[in-house]
């Protein structure tokens, strides 16, 4: 079996090889200007990439239609090289395609690299190259390093879970253990993936996406099977104190060693269920299961790990959906991110989630920080924003616009400069409908009833691409 993938994919496509790619080179060339749907696709995705035709947005759910078209042209020519070669596929060799990434099975060394060679010749007709520091080889039996750590970890893994907690099968319910020291178990773990990693000579980057889901997944079990776990004899409302603890522990250790965007949801997710089951059916265990969340997420967002985790000045985004996840805490419980905001408003550029996850985060509970916040955009964003232009400045302004805590006179003056920017006039009465319209009917983001968990699920079902 052989791996590789197509080398900064979506940045290295050229948006007319959409013409090529549904017709062929010599008629995309020579009809530059006539009405088609490759034509049109072409313009859409320049449009949205301020007229570049050198690479295509990535994220955007458009843009990987548009490169699957264009890469489907490339699997069609594969498959009629290797058919010049007398090499059929179903016998000869088999090629999996996920967006760039390739896997090639064929039962010779010889036959991969006529393929990989045939693949790497389709490509560079569309000016696209393999990652040939990404290539690798394995023979049967086929299993990849990652999936080795992985094996070697869930048998520490396996047995965290058993002390953590049980599955009765009368109640048809998991239930947590008596845990007397929660720390412990967290240390326990962690030694046997230590061990884990050395014997497979691997990193924490290769498990802790693993582990991270698995005791989110551990954690969901428990809520979704306690009312059924009142049933059990061996139900006990003092034993989930100590479950969580530790699952929580063992849950921010392994996302600190190694945080990831998609990672960080699973987390943030898992905290606000945490927070809300205790709240809302273990109320007398609930300020104890919030001063564990507290602790946890402010000595994650103090970690000089995860803040020198971004290549530039601002914030990661790893540490800002936890903060967003710790909002859920009440007032007195709230973590203390004035570092984070002190980075966020002394940095020279505008990040449209830093402010978002600030104004989200202290909402009206901080007018001074509101203050800040209106004074740092006044002087840093809305001089220099182009709505027109750039997609990002026009959603900011809308949300800001929308977002009720802001003051009124900020929002009509962030309006007033939209319109400008748009090269529209508009009077002052005219702009407080227009508020109060914006507001009822939000652009992005619902500020009034916007509910993080699901909007945290719809991020674990929607990863970029």
Request: glycine share 4%.
């Amino acid at each position: 079996m052989r791996l590789t993938d197509i080398s900064k994919c979506f940045s290295s496509i050229y948006s007319h090889t959409m013409a090529w790619a549904v017709k062929d080179i010599q008629h995309g060339k020579e009809n530059v200007s006539a009405v088609s749907f490759a034509n049109e696709f072409d313009s859409l995705m320049q449009f949205s990439n301020y007229n570049e035709t050198n690479g295509i947005p990535v994220g955007a759910e458009i843009s990987r239609l548009f490169a699957e078209i264009i890469l489907q042209s490339v699997d069609i020519d594969l498959l009629r090289r290797s058919e010049r070669n007398h090499l059929a596929q179903g016998r000869d060799f088999e090629v999996r395609r996920y967006i760039d990434d390739y896997a090639i099975f064929a039962n010779s060394v010889e036959v991969l690299d006529d393929l990989q060679r045939g693949l790497s010749e389709s490509l560079q007709v569309l000016n696209l190259h393999l990652n040939d520091s990404k290539t690798t080889t394995m023979c049967r039996p086929l299993q990849t390093r990652k999936s080795q750590i992985i094996a070697d970890a869930t048998v520490g893994l396996n047995r965290f879970r058993d002390q953590i907690c049980t599955f009765d099968s009368d109640a048809q319910a998991t239930i947590p253990g008596a845990i007397r020291n929660p720390q412990a178990f967290t240390r326990t773990l962690v030694n046997d993936m230590k061990v884990a990693c050395t014997n497979a000579g691997a990193g924490y980057e290769d498990i802790s996406p693993y582990l991270i889901g698995s005791i989110s997944t551990t954690i969901e079990n428990l809520i979704g099977s306690f009312k059924a776990a009142k049933r059990s004899k061996l139900f006990t409302k003092s034993s989930y104190l100590g479950a969580f603890e530790a699952l929580l522990n063992s849950l921010y250790y392994f996302f600190t060693v190694h945080a990831t965007v998609s990672s960080s949801y699973q987390v943030a997710r898992a905290t606000i269920v945490s927070v809300r089951f205790f709240r809302d059916l273990l109320p007398e265990y609930s300020g104890a299961t919030n001063e564990i969340v507290r602790r946890l997420i402010q000595a994650l967002v103090q970690n000089p790990t995860l803040q020198n985790l971004a290549m530039s000045a601002y914030v990661p985004i790893e540490t800002l959906n936890i903060i967003l996840a710790s909002s859920e805490l009440p007032l007195n419980y709230r973590t203390n991110i004035f570092d984070i905001g002190r980075r966020i408003l002394n940095n020279e550029n505008i990040d449209y989630f830093s402010i978002v996850t600030l104004l989200f985060y202290y909402r009206d509970t901080d007018d001074a920080m509101r203050d800040e916040i209106e004074e740092k955009l006044i002087q840093d964003f809305l001089p220099k924003a182009l709505p027109a232009r750039k997609s990002h400045d026009a959603h900011f302004m809308l949300d800001l616009i929308s977002c009720p805590y802001l003051t009124l006179p900020f929002r009509r003056e962030v309006l007033t400069q939209l319109y400008a920017g748009l090269g529209i006039s508009v009077g002052r009465y005219f702009s407080s409908v227009v508020i109060a319209e914006i507001e009822r009917n939000p652009w992005f983001i619902n500020w009034k009833q916007i509910d993080l968990l699901n909007h945290l699920r719809k991020k674990e079902l929607r990863p970029v691409y």
